[in-house]
């Protein structure tokens, strides 16, 4: 993931990526895999992508700026062949967003070549990347995962095997990662013990397959065996797979963000259903803000599922009254304010017909700096709609994220600056609700409490550093995690 070295006190944003990557019994070719793969995971980065492929221990590889479909065809996946490959979709931070920052990251070193690809973002990037540095070491990108790359190799050096290494060098990074790891005989996934992104295990026959979501292997026949466990590394090669435990757990912190909004509605994650998670909160937000209205809408694509579930709970009628523009990407992940705002004004169109003379309720997945919210409400009142009731299916953002989403500081959040009743004037809508925070656990079903909310309480679950919070505002933040797990002060 990306983390802005060139410039520490200016503000920056965290990016949000997707990995992909398998290991073949020769019956699926890994480059076609993986591109049907990244395929699926698209929307977790749209800015550069790329596909690592090892050949016997020889390594390949094609990455560039752009999506997908623009960065690969058959003949570049032809001349990927291999017998496993890792591959990565990136959306990087402002600034960031250069060719020698795509991923996946191929390092040759005195032990062989490694190939990286990662999601999430270390909290001690900067410390590290800084005692490297001082040692002689030199810095090809802008990116925490070469930091990664880098304590691995080092690492490789001490240890009998590269899964070794990786042990040891996941000691020395804290934050969020979900890793693919490939040495020259070896696939290797690890979650960090937090757990903060997903990370899943399928499989095609005798062929093993990585993923940042479970959509991603119905993308390419994978059927679906289980999510890795956080701090859990495992190693597939010849001899099959073997599964290496933490000695010590921390609390399971999966980002709640992914169910709001991150994740694709078909996936499951830690053995929840997005789809379902997301009409719960849309049920939540009938029950406790309910109003009187002819028609409920969702914006696309994370609102739908939030207001079939308003629908539901309220007996409002839901419709599908606003259209979205399939090729537009999705403005929450653009990296400048410019291009999001560009990106409203074109992506989104409502149907008159439904929408004149009704009072609506619309339910959007969150409102961040709240840039948007008012182009949406003046957009679904010059259709004709005679009331607006907005209903976001997330609590208010009120801090920034430091381990890998597209949260900025606060200054730059609406709800740190202003009050509900304030954003709701500015919005332009009738009436406004957020999804209380208390109600998270009940959206999630009540099956787990251990989940990373601190962009809306301020609770971080893993340590965050000086040098991690360059330039941002840190005043009365709470590095405890709620449930008391191990963690420790600013330092």
Not at 234 to 253: Q, T
Request: overall charge neutral.
């Amino acid at each position: 993931m990306n983390y802005s070295f060139d410039n520490l006190p200016k503000e920056g944003l965290h990016e949000e990526c997707g990995v992909f990557g398998i290991y073949s019994d020769g019956s699926v070719n890994p480059a076609y895999a993986c591109y049907n793969g990244l395929l699926a995971l698209q929307h977790r980065g749209q800015e550069s992508c790329g596909i690592a492929v090892s050949d016997r221990g020889v390594m390949d590889y094609h990455k560039d700026m752009g999506l997908v479909t623009e960065v690969f065809n058959n003949s570049v996946l032809d001349s990927l062949s291999g017998q496993m490959a890792v591959s990565h979709v990136r959306y990087s931070t402002a600034g960031g967003s250069v060719l020698e920052n795509a991923q996946p990251l191929v390092m040759r070193y005195v032990k062989g070549t490694l190939a990286v690809a990662h999601n999430g973002n270390l909290t001690n990037a900067v410390e590290i990347r800084r005692n490297l540095e001082q040692r002689g070491a030199i810095f090809q990108t802008t990116i925490d995962s070469e930091v990664i790359c880098y304590v691995i190799a080092r690492e490789r050096l001490k240890c009998r095997s590269a899964e070794e290494a990786i042990v040891q060098a996941v000691k020395k990074l804290e934050g969020a990662y979900s890793l693919l790891v490939m040495s020259p005989t070896k696939l290797i996934a690890a979650r960090d013990p937090h757990g903060f992104r997903p990370l899943c295990m399928g499989r095609i026959n005798n062929s093993y397959v990585f993923s940042s979501e479970s959509a991603a292997l119905d993308a390419c026949g994978a059927e679906f065996v289980r999510d890795v466990e956080p701090g859990e590394i495992i190693v597939v090669d010849k001899n099959g797979v073997r599964s290496i435990l933490p000695e010590k757990k921390c609390n399971k912190s999966l980002c709640v963000f992914e169910y709001i909004y991150f994740a694709r509605t078909d996936s499951q994650i830690d053995g929840l259903s997005v789809y379902e998670t997301r009409k719960q909160a849309g049920r939540i937000l009938a029950r406790e803000f309910p109003v009187e209205a002819d028609l409920v809408i969702g914006v696309p694509e994370s609102g739908i599922d939030a207001a079939i579930g308003y629908s539901e709970q309220s007996g409002i009628p839901y419709e599908k009254a606003i259209v979205k523009n399939g090729y537009i990407g999705r403005t929450f992940i653009k990296p400048t304010q410019k291009d999001r705002m560009n990106s409203v004004r074109i992506k989104l169109n409502p149907i008159s017909d439904i929408i004149k003379g009704k009072r609506v309720v619309v339910i959007d997945d969150s409102i961040v700096r709240g840039t948007t919210i008012d182009r949406i409400t003046n957009m679904l009142k010059s259709a004709g709609a005679k009331e607006v009731h907005m209903r976001i299916s997330s609590p208010p953002f009120l801090w920034p994220c430091y381990y890998g989403t597209d949260i900025p500081s606060r200054g730059e959040l609406i709800a740190v600056n202003h009050t509900i009743d304030e954003i709701c004037k500015l919005s332009g809508a009738d009436t406004l609700g957020y999804l209380p925070v208390e109600y998270l656990d009940e959206m999630l079903g009540g099956k787990f409490k251990d989940y990373c909310d601190a962009c809306f309480t301020g609770y971080y679950p893993a340590p965050v550093t000086k040098l991690t919070f360059k330039g941002k505002e840190r005043g009365g933040m709470n590095f405890q995690n709620k449930q008391n797990c191990a963690s420790k002060e600013e330092t």
